[in-house]
């Protein structure tokens, strides 16, 4: 609806749906912020106060996603007459409220979390060749063209286009040197570009194997007696969803299993 909106025809002629369905939501939005904020005491393991556990549940990252679901279209709740369009485009931010219920996604900011030196590291890197693409490129390029590279800062657009071999073509090179430091820099924007991508790869997979892991200790646990009752399978189908493992990974798990025992 948010983006609906910026379509003018669309929202002159359904303002009207557009208000009723952004109270509805506003409303819904609400009443979980509420129910969490009230209810997240009870999961209180460290012995805390009520108002501590509650502050620290202010500033949660769950609950400022939440907070910024409702904020933006309370304020123009408040202050019907101020211009907040600006502020209302914040709405947007909802979609981040869908990480709360996919565990692919949780997975995701887990494993990118778990890595976050990893990538800082791959980002440094590649920071370090934006400095060394922009200074070379200024250098051997700024007489020919000082209007696109009489700066290292001008150059630096040249230097990300590159890097990241995007290319969009408005800034090139045209000396002989330029164009030879220019393809050394994309050979190796190649590489730099995908670190990243590597070790997310690399950490998905450590992250698959921990997972499998976890499920085959649960899943030893459940046929020391040669059976599985349902309170087991229960447990070992939520474990599994929590996980986020496929059914062809567990019917791969316990196939191996299962024969194993027999």
């Not at 557009?18 to 819904?28: C, D, G, K, M, Q």
């Not at 907040?84 to 990118?112: A, D, E, G, M």
């Not at 630096?156 to 330029?178: A, E, F, K, R």
């Not at 393809?183 to 194997?209: D, K, M, N, Q, Y």
């Amino acid at each position: 609806m948010v983006i609906l909106e910026t379509v003018e025809d669309l929202f002159l002629n359904y303002n009207k749906f557009f208000r009723i369905f952004e109270y509805f939501s506003v409303l819904i939005f609400s009443l979980e912020y509420v129910g969490r904020f009230w209810s997240c005491v009870e999961d209180n393991h460290d012995g805390d106060s009520f108002l501590r556990i509650r502050i620290k549940y202010l500033f949660s990252f769950p609950a400022l996603v939440d907070l910024i679901a409702i904020v933006p279209s309370l304020l123009a709740f408040i202050f019907p007459s101020v211009d907040l369009r600006f502020i209302r485009v914040l709405r947007i931010f909802r979609f981040l409220k869908f990480s709360r219920y996919s565990s692919s996604i949780n997975n995701l900011l887990k494993v990118i979390w778990d890595q976050r030196k990893s990538f800082g590291a791959a980002f440094f890197i590649l920071f370090i060749m934006l400095i060394l693409a922009s200074s070379g490129i200024y250098l051997v390029e700024k007489d020919a063209q000082p209007e696109k590279f009489g700066s290292i800062p001008q150059a630096m657009w040249w230097s990300i286009v590159t890097l990241t071999t995007v290319g969009y073509g408005d800034v090139y090179p045209v000396t002989t040197l330029g164009k030879i430091f220019g393809s050394v820099i994309i050979i190796l924007g190649i590489g730099t570009v995908a670190l990243p991508s590597g070790i997310l790869a690399s950490a998905f997979s450590e992250h698959t194997r921990r997972s499998q892991n976890k499920y085959k200790k649960e899943l030893e646990n459940a046929l020391k007696d040669n059976k599985i009752d349902k309170s087991e399978r229960n447990q070992l189908n939520k474990l599994a969803e929590k996980l986020n493992l496929s059914d062809e990974d567990i019917l791969t798990i316990e196939s191996f299993y299962k024969s194993g025992k027999n």
